[in-house]
């Protein structure tokens, strides 16, 4: 079992950034591959980045492509997202998956481990 807990959501002007931590415990955190996921309102969970599970491979959709950068730190159990040039468009709960067999899969029924959701508002 995973626990995973959010952080870092909130209220930023477009072309501003900020930075989401996931943070895990539970089990071995290096055992498990990672990914973010968003969901905005009336639609569904959408994939935004994965990271391997040693950090070496990253995957991004293409929509936050050279603005979004998905990093990890096993010794803190933690991964992070760094979000720049943010736009309204980027409105979402950020949601932190994890799972121990899959990696870099943007379906989000592979992902055995979720957390709670961040929420990310972007004003124009």
């Known amino acids: 079992q995973v626990l995973l807990v959010e952080s870092g959501g909130g209220l930023v002007q477009a072309g501003g950034s900020l930075r989401l931590s996931c943070t895990a415990s539970g089990r071995t955190f290096s055992s498990v591959a990672m990914a973010w996921f968003r969901q905005a309102p009336g639609k569904g969970r959408a994939f935004v980045a994965a990271?391997?599970?040693?950090?070496?491979?990253?995957a991004y959709a293409d929509s936050v492509k050279g603005r979004f950068t998905i990093s990890r730190d096993n010794a803190k159990n933690a991964v992070y997202l760094q979000m720049n040039s943010l736009k309204p468009e980027d409105t979402a709960v950020y949601y932190c998956?994890?799972?121990?067999?899959?990696?870099?899969?943007?379906?989000?029924?592979?992902?055995?481990?979720w957390g709670q959701g961040t929420q990310v508002t972007v004003s124009s």
């Open positions: 998956a994890g799972d121990t067999v899959v990696a870099l899969t943007t379906n989000p029924g592979r992902y055995e481990y």
């Open positions: 990271i391997t599970r040693g950090g070496g491979g990253t």
